[in-house]
């Protein structure tokens, strides 16, 4: 491409874009709660195969090391120390920025989970995604022992159904206190998934105020950031609950005046209960809805047109919004000059090969600026300061160890391979207990990912040709081969469970080792063929 041929300032642009990529969020989703975290939720009945789903992104700079937490035997009278900083530290073995903010009485014998920066997956199927909203500023108190990810912890290590973990995290919060903004976490087992939104009660209150929805077998959810619980129905215990404070609060604090119908999102949040990521799930899977971005709310949930499997899951996890007017680089076009067969001189309007998704917001709007009717950018769902996401299936069908299979991915979602693991996986590969965050190492699984999916940003038009087919490959590779090793599996523990264990634990492990070295290997090849720049 000759860029001679470009005006001066697009060419500038253009350089200035190379130089640096930044956060993306659209102009109506400011605060700082809304750039992190997507969770899709999904029925028993509304999946392809029967299993329940949720889901999770971490997008923001938490650790990215990860480990397998056996589970433990404890004599009586043991503390449990509750901790603050847990996602802030280097590796598994380290302790740095942690400080225990309390304790309380350790139980008998816990249940072995997936240590993430938020613990995710335990042994017997329990799984929990999340995401930040925030809430109303003036209901945080600090003096509340729990932070969210501690109570993830604890609801793993004690519970195994949906329902024990948010009695006992609501337990727990009445009689601890909860010190962290508003929350939302997705809590599924292999029989149902629940949404549950937590808010701290306000400065004269160390407690919490909290409710709880179901999402229908046959429905899908989603939680992105916003509030969204609305109408509560608290006779029917089948599909919600709710702190015995959520009225009261709400008066006291004069977020609701016990006379319009109450709704939980309006009262404690006062956004609008949806924003794009929330309308662009719902829209694609239940179309013939009508729903618009424009409406005042949008359904909690939502049967799909089609069932959902985990491809289906995938693709969504992966969406820029290619395709529609909220396409990330939509209007990023440049003129390139080319000669055809004859020899003639040819001019075509493309994208801009130093254009991407995952631009600042500044680089993006001044490139869009010059285009006439640029439309406004919403941020998509994969988005380049991810540190981690999963998509996990519980599936009661299979003994736990097998049936809880989590799909588990590095950086950005569209660009990361997913590496499938097990509820009853034992350990993890070396490079997976080294954090990615604070500084770069070959040690660390995070850099392989981090470091060939950046050199393909350098010029994404040729970036994307290298990388996107190999992601596929690695994808179907585990497709291709996930029945079989569950299936070998299963007969191993009819024969004994432990080496059903081991037999997961190494095909999981292989797995994330190949991936791990393809893409260092991917790195090096993007950085010779981009030695110049774009």
Same mark, same amino acid.
């Given at each position: 491409?000759?860029?001679?041929?470009?005006?001066?300032?697009?060419? +500038?642009?253009?350089?200035?874009?190379?130089?640096?990529?930044?956060?993306?969020?659209?102009?109506?989703?400011?605060?700082?709660?809304?750039?992190?975290?997507?969770?899709?939720?999904?029925?028993?009945?509304?999946?392809?195969?029967?299993?329940?789903?949720?889901?999770?992104?971490?997008?923001?700079?938490?650790?990215?090391?990860?480990?397998?937490?056996?589970?433990?035997?404890?004599?009586?009278?043991?503390?449990?120390?509750?901790?603050?900083?847990?996602?802030?530290?280097?590796?598994?073995?380290?302790?740095?920025?942690?400080?225990?903010?309390?304790?309380?009485?350790?139980?008998?014998?816990?249940?072995?989970? +997936?240590?993430?920066?938020?613990?995710?997956? %335990?042994?017997?199927?329990?799984?929990?995604?999340?995401?930040?909203?925030?809430?109303?500023?003036?209901?945080?108190?600090?003096?509340?022992?729990?932070?969210?990810?501690? +109570?993830?912890?604890?609801?793993?290590?004690?519970?195994?159904?949906?329902?024990?973990?948010?009695?006992?995290?609501?337990?727990?919060?009445?009689?601890?206190?909860?010190?962290?903004?508003?929350?939302?976490?997705?809590?599924?087992?292999?029989?149902?998934?629940?949404?549950?939104?937590?808010?701290?009660?306000?400065?004269?209150?160390?407690?919490?105020?909290?409710?709880?929805?179901?999402?229908?077998?046959?429905?899908?959810?989603?939680?992105?950031?916003?509030?969204?619980?609305?109408?509560?129905?608290?006779?029917?215990?089948?599909?919600?609950?709710?702190?015995?404070?959520?009225?009261?609060?709400?008066?006291?604090?004069?977020?609701?005046?016990?006379?319009?119908?109450?709704?939980?999102?309006?009262?404690?949040?006062?956004?609008?209960?949806?924003?794009?990521?929330?309308?662009?799930?719902?829209?694609?899977?239940?179309?013939?809805?009508?729903?618009?971005?424009?409406?005042?709310?949008?359904?909690?949930?939502?049967?799909?047109?089609?069932?959902?499997?985990?491809?289906?899951?995938?693709?969504?996890?992966?969406?820029?919004?290619?395709?529609?007017?909220?396409?990330?680089?939509?209007?990023?076009?440049?003129?390139?000059?080319?000669?055809?067969?004859?020899?003639?001189?040819?001019?075509?309007?493309?994208?801009?090969?130093?254009?991407?998704?995952?631009?600042?917001?500044?680089?993006?709007? +001044?490139?869009?600026?010059?285009?006439?009717?640029?439309?406004?950018?919403?941020?998509?769902?994969?988005?380049?300061?991810?540190?981690?996401?999963?998509?996990?299936?519980?599936?009661?069908?299979?003994?736990?160890?097998?049936?809880?299979?989590?799909?588990?991915?590095?950086?950005?979602?569209?660009?990361?391979?997913?590496?499938?693991?097990?509820?009853? %996986?034992?350990?993890?590969?070396?490079?997976?207990?080294?954090?990615?965050?604070?500084?770069?190492?070959?040690?660390?699984?995070?850099?392989?990912?981090?470091?060939?999916?950046?050199?393909?940003?350098? %010029?994404?038009?040729?970036?994307?040709?290298?990388?996107?087919?190999?992601?596929?490959?690695?994808?179907?590779?585990?497709?291709?081969?996930?029945?079989?090793?569950?299936?070998?599996?299963?007969?191993?523990?009819?024969?004994?469970?432990?080496?059903?264990?081991?037999?997961?634990?190494?095909?999981? %492990?292989?797995?994330?080792?190949?991936?791990?070295?393809?893409?260092?290997?991917?790195?090096?090849?993007?950085?010779?063929?981009?030695?110049?720049?774009?």
């Amino acid at each position: 491409m000759n860029y001679r041929n470009l005006p001066g300032k697009l060419t +500038l642009l253009i350089i200035i874009l190379f130089l640096g990529t930044g956060i993306v969020r659209s102009q109506d989703e400011e605060d700082l709660y809304s750039t992190s975290c997507t969770s899709i939720l999904v029925g028993k009945k509304a999946s392809a195969d029967g299993s329940v789903m949720t889901s999770h992104t971490c997008d923001a700079w938490y650790r990215t090391w990860l480990e397998f937490v056996p589970a433990r035997e404890h004599e009586p009278g043991t503390i449990h120390p509750v901790k603050w900083g847990t996602m802030h530290t280097s590796s598994r073995w380290s302790d740095e920025n942690v400080e225990v903010k309390g304790e309380i009485p350790e139980v008998e014998k816990t249940y072995a989970y +997936l240590n993430t920066a938020y613990p995710c997956l %335990n042994e017997k199927q329990l799984a929990i995604g999340e995401t930040t909203f925030g809430g109303k500023r003036e209901l945080q108190n600090e003096d509340g022992m729990f932070l969210i990810e501690e +109570l993830e912890r604890i609801a793993l290590q004690r519970c195994t159904t949906a329902r024990d973990a948010i009695r006992l995290i609501g337990d727990l919060l009445e009689k601890y206190g909860y010190g962290d903004s508003g929350e939302c976490i997705t809590i599924a087992d292999k029989n149902e998934v629940w949404q549950m939104e937590i808010m701290g009660e306000g400065p004269d209150n160390i407690g919490a105020v909290w409710a709880a929805q179901r999402i229908p077998d046959d429905h899908v959810g989603i939680s992105a950031n916003i509030c969204r619980i609305g109408e509560l129905d608290l006779d029917d215990s089948d599909h919600y609950m709710a702190s015995d404070n959520v009225y009261e609060v709400a008066k006291e604090m004069g977020f609701w005046d016990g006379k319009e119908t109450f709704k939980f999102w309006k009262a404690y949040s006062g956004r609008k209960p949806f924003s794009s990521r929330e309308y662009f799930v719902l829209n694609t899977l239940a179309p013939s809805l009508g729903l618009g971005y424009d409406d005042d709310e949008l359904p909690f949930s939502v049967k799909p047109e089609e069932k959902v499997d985990i491809k289906t899951m995938l693709k969504l996890y992966r969406t820029t919004y290619d395709g529609t007017d909220w396409e990330m680089i939509r209007n990023l076009k440049v003129a390139q000059r080319s000669r055809d067969e004859d020899g003639n001189v040819v001019t075509d309007t493309i994208v801009s090969p130093a254009a991407h998704p995952w631009m600042g917001r500044d680089m993006r709007n +001044l490139l869009n600026s010059l285009e006439e009717g640029a439309v406004e950018r919403h941020r998509p769902i994969a988005v380049q300061y991810c540190a981690y996401s999963f998509i996990v299936q519980l599936r009661d069908w299979l003994p736990d160890a097998i049936g809880g299979r989590i799909w588990f991915g590095l950086d950005v979602p569209q660009l990361s391979p997913r590496i499938p693991i097990y509820a009853g %996986n034992l350990s993890l590969p070396e490079s997976f207990y080294v954090c990615g965050q604070d500084h770069f190492s070959t040690e660390s699984a995070m850099w392989a990912f981090r470091r060939a999916n950046r050199l393909a940003m350098v %010029n994404w038009g040729e970036g994307q040709k290298v990388i996107k087919p190999v992601v596929m490959e690695y994808e179907n590779k585990a497709f291709d081969e996930v029945d079989f090793v569950e299936q070998k599996a299963a007969e191993l523990y009819k024969e004994d469970p432990m080496l059903a264990r081991e037999y997961l634990t190494r095909y999981s %492990n292989d797995f994330a080792r190949a991936t791990v070295n393809r893409w260092w290997d991917l790195g090096d090849e993007l950085w010779v063929k981009f030695r110049w720049g774009f």
